[in-house]
């Protein structure tokens, strides 16, 4: 990704989420993992005008290319932080992919999946860790 825009400070984050070294997270409340982008990834993609979602029963492997996120200045790809077969998808951002930039962790998830592997979860950034990678790449 790009430069930092904004400082690391100015950034929003969630203590409830794990995050993966590709600017995604995973989301675990009981039987519901929910996957996003987190701010900083939006941030240096910009305002989003379209968002590639898969379609429900798609099974991807950790690491792999599940959707694309475009904004008027790049696309970026969706990498899946843990491997896991899609059960629902945010339909709300084929409307409006700018939910991505207004609220990353809440409102703008992007699929629910039925993980493959739980173990893989433990492989994931804490947010302090992920924020150290991010001060790294500045």
Do not use: C
Not at 49 to 63: K, N
């Amino acid at each position: 990704m790009a430069q930092t825009k904004v400082a690391l400070e100015e950034l929003n984050y969630d203590e409830q989420i794990s995050y993966f070294p590709e600017h995604t997270w995973v989301r675990v409340k009981e039987d519901n993992i929910t996957i996003g982008i987190s701010d900083y990834a939006q941030d240096q993609l910009g305002d989003l005008i379209f968002v590639e979602l898969p379609a429900v029963g798609d099974e991807f492997q950790r690491g792999e290319t599940f959707g694309q996120a475009e904004s008027a200045k790049t696309v970026s790809s969706l990498i899946m932080p843990i491997s896991g077969k899609v059960t629902a998808v945010n339909e709300a951002l084929e409307d409006a992919p700018d939910l991505l930039n207004r609220t990353p962790y809440q409102e703008g998830w992007i699929i629910n999946i039925e993980a493959k592997d739980m173990t893989e979860l433990k492989e994931l950034l804490t947010l302090d860790q992920y924020k150290e990678l991010l001060r790294n790449q500045a």
